[in-house]
């Protein structure tokens, strides 16, 4: 992600008190929208982030450590194969390879709205997969993924938002004091919601 042009706090102070509690995270992209996308459509979660280690050990068992095109008939056959996967999942992750074989446009010189109107065209595919690749994957710096559900959870608790009232719009409208940062803001907020867990946990 570029770096920051101002202090992505200087209009935020809660988020201020976030950015001064922890490191600012560093993440190591794959830059790969097929492989990641797998992932998201497998776990219901982008294997960055994921705990449940689903992907990963569908990987192990087909013994390939990346998923491709190349390889996703063996990813299917001897990783798939153990995964109790949904109908609606399996559809979902054959028109993707569908379209990925039919593809030739390469994601990264993508704008955001390009990569938007592509993976929009897949049944299947929704927002919070395309902000996942956005933010994650192409390390876009201006996402803001509104329906991740830990993103939710973590600014009702600081921002003391009502749940039940306006939060969509609520979230939008705090995002806007980062400007153009809002994908930084996103992964800091992300990690202080880890870093409080595991602080939780040490008490216990």
Same mark, same amino acid.
């Given at each position: 992600?570029?770096?920051? !042009? #101002?202090?992505?706090?200087?209009?935020?102070?809660?988020? =201020?008190? $976030?950015?001064?509690?922890?490191?600012?995270? $560093? &993440?190591?992209?794959?830059? !790969?929208?097929?492989?990641?996308?797998?992932?998201?459509?497998?776990?219901?979660?982008?294997?960055?982030?994921?705990?449940? #280690?689903?992907?990963?050990? +569908?990987?192990?068992? +087909?013994?390939?450590?990346?998923?491709?095109?190349?390889?996703?008939? =063996? %990813?299917?056959?001897?990783?798939? @194969?153990?995964? *109790?996967? @949904?109908?609606?999942?399996?559809?979902?992750?054959?028109?993707? $390879?569908?379209?990925?074989?039919?593809?030739?446009?390469? %994601?990264?010189?993508?704008? !955001?709205?390009?990569?938007?109107?592509?993976?929009? @065209?897949?049944?299947?595919?929704?927002?919070?997969?395309?902000?996942?690749?956005?933010?994650?994957?192409?390390?876009?710096?201006?996402?803001?993924?509104?329906?991740?559900?830990? &993103?939710?959870?973590?600014? $009702?608790?600081?921002? #003391?938002? !009502?749940?039940? *009232?306006?939060?969509?719009?609520?979230?939008? =409208?705090?995002?806007?004091?980062?400007?153009?940062?809002?994908?930084? +803001?996103?992964?800091?907020?992300? +990690?202080?919601?880890?870093?409080?867990?595991?602080?939780?946990?040490?008490?216990?």
């Amino acid at each position: 992600m570029q770096g920051m !042009d #101002r202090p992505l706090y200087q209009n935020d102070p809660i988020l =201020e008190k $976030v950015c001064v509690q922890i490191p600012q995270p $560093v &993440l190591h992209s794959t830059h !790969d929208v097929f492989h990641d996308m797998i992932s998201c459509i497998i776990e219901q979660q982008i294997h960055y982030r994921s705990t449940k #280690r689903i992907f990963e050990k +569908a990987m192990e068992r +087909a013994s390939i450590r990346h998923v491709s095109l190349d390889n996703f008939h =063996e %990813f299917e056959k001897f990783g798939l @194969s153990q995964i *109790a996967l @949904s109908n609606g999942k399996y559809e979902t992750l054959m028109q993707f $390879v569908e379209f990925w074989q039919r593809n030739n446009k390469d %994601f990264n010189c993508l704008s !955001d709205d390009e990569v938007v109107k592509e993976l929009s @065209s897949i049944k299947g595919i929704g927002k919070w997969s395309m902000d996942m690749i956005l933010l994650y994957t192409l390390q876009r710096p201006n996402v803001f993924p509104y329906d991740d559900f830990h &993103l939710k959870q973590i600014m $009702v608790s600081l921002y #003391r938002l !009502d749940p039940r *009232a306006r939060l969509k719009s609520k979230m939008i =409208e705090i995002s806007e004091l980062w400007g153009p940062q809002k994908s930084m +803001a996103v992964l800091y907020l992300l +990690a202080y919601k880890k870093y409080i867990s595991k602080n939780v946990e040490s008490k216990d």
